[in-house]
């Protein structure tokens, strides 16, 4: 009986855990618009990592690019690609726990950017707060926030 009752334990744990990975799982949609089309970011989990793909979508998107990397969620650079193809860019996204991340993104190996992601509690929106540097050429100095729902 206590083995059974053990067993049942694991099973509801590993369930749990496997539900609050899942959460991030799917395709999500930027809220603000984007020039040409909509921003869309896919996450699927592979292994104990993420396969993250951003295509805009759209009929101001003929021709779009995706952009995809594949994260272990450990915090190490690892390249993104357009079309397949080294961007220059890189991102080292790190997991902090079933709701939160941190990513820092580099280009040529210049710190770009450095985002928080919170994954609400019902799962719908993800609100990512970006901090960018005064070096950045193209993007404003200072903090933004995005927000992110759940196609």
Not at 60 to 65: F, I, L, Q, T
Not at 76 to 97: R, Y
């Amino acid at each position: 009986m206590r083995r059974m009752a053990f067993v049942v334990c694991l099973l509801c744990s590993l369930s749990f855990a496997a539900w609050a990975d899942s959460l991030w799982n799917g395709t999500w949609v930027l809220r603000e618009a984007h020039p040409g089309g909509q921003l869309t970011m896919n996450v699927e989990e592979v292994g104990t990592g993420w396969k993250v793909t951003y295509k805009v979508v759209g009929p101001g998107a003929p021709g779009a690019s995706d952009s995809f990397l594949m994260t272990p969620l450990d915090g190490k650079d690892v390249p993104v690609l357009i079309d397949g193809k080294p961007s220059g860019q890189t991102m080292a996204i790190k997991k902090l726990d079933s709701h939160h991340t941190v990513n820092v993104t580099k280009f040529q190996g210049k710190v770009i950017g450095t985002a928080k992601a919170e994954l609400s509690t019902n799962g719908k929106v993800i609100t990512i707060e970006t901090e960018y540097p005064d070096s950045n050429p193209g993007a404003p100095a200072g903090k933004q926030t995005a927000y992110w729902d759940r196609k």
